[in-house]
């Protein structure tokens, strides 16, 4: 961003010019992660429930600087022009803010994770229980550091739960990234950009239940057997910090209840 | 064990008991397969004691949510509604209440004429039992068809509980089963009153 002397400054905007020269060699097997973690350690979660009042149910939650809020409006009349059906109907979207990005913009190279998001929610959301209705999930991603669409499944079944909908179990959800022989847990932006391939899974931890997987790039059989084990440990983990909210929030309320 | 988990929190997904000794009642679900015992919902355990008559003498195990909205009208359950809009065969109405519980977006039901009340069904005048704007305690029929709940006021208990008269607005008084009188201005007016 030079300017000549005299001339006025040019608008400031965060610059393309400003990543690295360098390429991560990331399969290089002394190569530390950028915020010093090992290569299966997760990112510190943080949820919390009950975030809008104006929805039926809601959670916040980050990973990292990954900040996702859900809010759940529901069992709801559906619209006019649907067919009768004698089970729930489930609608998700997920949408970014325009100052998720480190770059202001429009977000939108993201449109399949609404789609993804239904898949990996209605195996675990007990439609019969509501017939007739629908239940809208809404997902707005606050800012964005990568392992986006796990962290918005985690806190969308913890805003269902919130709400009351019945569902058969808390669905937690973590990434692989694959880089050469290295099998990275919870991705940041720049490992998610250079991985060779990626591998995420929905699960229910109590059920021990695969709501979704979805695999991108080459696996050999054993590679994904190995990430699969790897996710699956870290969902469970991530179920049992999930539950420990929900069950804060809801002896909280209860006391205010009481009172 | 079972007064100690009383009083306990629970999250969807864990596990109860097994089906062997329970039932699973509100809130709670069962799988075959395994023959557990689960949780749907998050809020605090409660047991019921069976039925003494009923052949099957497990216990009922529930959760009740802390959280008092969500309700979904059900087959059987008595609602409060406006009524919207008043036709020649049918009256629409917005459902505001489910069982003593608010809705937090309304619902739509619909009152046919045969379902008004329970005698003389094919001489109901539907104009002389509602008029826009009136308040009835109905019973949720079915689920109807896909854009409203079906209605019925056919039980003295059901029909009109408050009413505003048609030219001076004051909220009128029954007086009999089939009429309410305005206070202010003496006018009656046809209804078909719920016997509160």
């Not at chain 1, 990005?101 to 007990?126: N, P, W, Y």
């Not at chain 1, 973590?174 to 991705?187: K, R, T």
């Not at chain 2, 003389?120 to 008029?131: L, Y």
Request: net charge negative.
């Amino acid at each position: 961003m030079a300017t000549r002397a005299g001339s006025a400054p040019s608008t400031y905007s965060p610059s393309t010019q400003k990543r690295k020269q360098t390429r991560l060699d990331l399969k290089d097997p002394d190569w530390v992660r950028s915020d010093g973690r090992l290569f299966h350690q997760c990112r510190p979660a943080f949820f919390r429930t009950g975030a809008v009042t104006a929805a039926a149910g809601s959670a916040y939650a980050e990973l990292g600087d990954t900040k996702v809020i859900v809010s759940v409006f529901g069992p709801r009349e559906s619209k006019k022009a649907m067919m009768y059906s004698d089970t729930g109907r489930l609608n998700c979207n997920v949408s970014y803010t325009t100052f998720a990005t480190s770059v202001r913009g429009q977000g939108s190279d993201h449109k399949e994770f609404s789609s993804m998001l239904h898949k990996a929610l209605e195996g675990a959301i007990i439609l019969e229980s509501f017939p007739k209705t629908t239940v809208d999930v809404f997902a707005l991603v606050l800012e964005t550091s990568g392992s986006d669409l796990p962290l918005i499944v985690s806190c969308a079944s913890l805003a269902l739960a919130d709400a009351g909908i019945m569902i058969y179990d808390l669905v937690t959800a973590v990434s692989v990234s694959c880089h050469g022989s290295n099998l990275i847990l919870d991705p940041l932006v720049e490992e998610e950009s250079y991985q060779e391939g990626s591998l995420m899974i929905t699960y229910m931890p109590s059920r021990e239940e695969v709501t979704q997987l979805t695999i991108t790039g080459e696996w050999s059989p054993t590679r994904i057997h190995e990430a699969m084990n790897l996710c699956l440990s870290a969902c469970s983990n991530l179920g049992n910090v999930m539950r420990s909210c929900l069950k804060e929030a809801a002896a909280a309320a209860s006391d205010d209840t009481n009172e | 064990m079972k007064t100690k988990d009383e009083e306990r929190m629970v999250t969807p997904g864990e596990i109860l008991g097994k089906a062997s000794e329970m039932r699973p009642g509100r809130g709670a679900y069962a799988v075959a397969e395994t023959g557990d015992v689960y949780a749907s919902l998050t809020g605090r355990l409660s047991w019921l004691p069976p039925r003494p008559d009923s052949p099957d003498q497990r216990p009922i195990v529930e959760i009740t949510g802390h959280k008092a909205h969500g309700v979904v009208p059900e087959p059987g359950s008595i609602v409060i509604a406006r009524v919207k809009k008043v036709m020649a065969k049918m009256a629409s109405a917005d459902i505001m209440c489910v069982d003593e519980k608010s809705v937090r977006e309304k619902f739509t039901g619909i009152i046919r004429q045969q379902d008004v009340r329970a005698t003389e069904i094919d001489k109901v005048d539907i104009h002389s039992s509602f008029r826009a704007g009136d308040i009835v305690r109905a019973s949720v029929l079915s689920l109807g068809d896909a854009r409203a709940y079906y209605l019925s006021t056919a039980k003295n208990e059901l029909g009109v509980v408050s009413a505003a008269e048609s030219t001076t607005g004051a909220t009128m008084i029954p007086i009999s089963w089939t009429e309410m009188q305005c206070p202010l201005s003496g006018q009656i007016e046809p209804r078909k009153v719920a016997k509160v």
